[in-house]
Structure formats: structure tokens, C-alpha cells
């Protein structure tokens, strides 16, 4: 049974940072491009950042330069490690695996970070 746990969202202020955790169980996190999400309140879930499964990264440009994706395929975890963070970074984070350019399992419940002075 596949599960993402996501966890490391919290409450920062404006400039700060945080590192995002997302544990995988069900699959070999390795196998797959995994991304991270961001959702805004009260809008739709958007794609952040993707690491393919060779080590390529992308981002959106909203979070360039401030956010890396990052993998460790030994504790099969995903993170992403946001600095200089803004206040429209506040949402909800949610991590996926990636097919065909959509997202391949269920949702976990994600974590929230709030950007607020």
C-alpha cells in the first residue's frame, strides 16, 4: 500500500526557512520523477519542484533560487529545503510521484506552512 507522510511545515516569518520531509512507503521513491505541490488557501494544488529520477531538478518560477528538491533514496525520503520565504508561500505541501506528467498516487495529508510576520 503506497503512502506519503509529509511533515517539517510550521509557522515562519517573512525571510525565514524550513525543510520539508516527505516519507514514502509502497514504493521505491528512487524509481519515480517525485515533485512537490503547494496549496494555497482556498486555490487549486500547483506543481513546485521535481526531481527526476536522475537526479534533475525543476522548479516553478515562483520559487527559484529559494526552494531545493532533494532526495535520499537510502531512507526513501523526499525534501524541500525553503529559504527566503514569502508570505504567498503560505498553503499547504503535499509530495507525488510523477507520470505522464500528472501525479500518480493518492494524497497524503500534506503540511502546512504559514509565512506570517
Known amino acids: 500500500q503506497v503512502q506519503l507522510v509529509e511533515s517539517g511545515g510550521g509557522l515562519v516569518q517573512p525571510g525565514g526557512s524550513l525543510r520539508l520531509s516527505c516519507v514514502a512507503s509502497?514504493?521505491?521513491?528512487?524509481?519515480?520523477?517525485m515533485s512537490w505541490y503547494h496549496q494555497p488557501p482556498g486555490q487549486e494544488r500547483t506543481l513546485v519542484a521535481t526531481?527526476?529520477?536522475?537526479?534533475?531538478?525543476s522548479y516553478d518560477d515562483s520559487v527559484m533560487g529559494r526552494f531545493t528538491i532533494s532526495r535520499d533514496n537510502a531512507q526513501n525520503t523526499l525534501y524541500l529545503q525553503m529559504n527566503s520565504l514569502k508570505f504567498e508561500d503560505t498553503g499547504v505541501y503535499f509530495c507525488?510521484?510523477?507520470?505522464?506528467?500528472?501525479?500518480?498516487?493518492?494524497w497524503g495529508q500534506g503540511t502546512q506552512v504559514t509565512v506570517s510576520s
Open positions: 507525488n510521484a510523477r507520470m505522464a506528467a500528472r501525479p500518480l498516487f493518492s
Open positions: 509502497g514504493f521505491m521513491l528512487r524509481n519515480y520523477p
Open positions: 526531481i527526476s529520477a536522475f537526479g534533475a531538478t
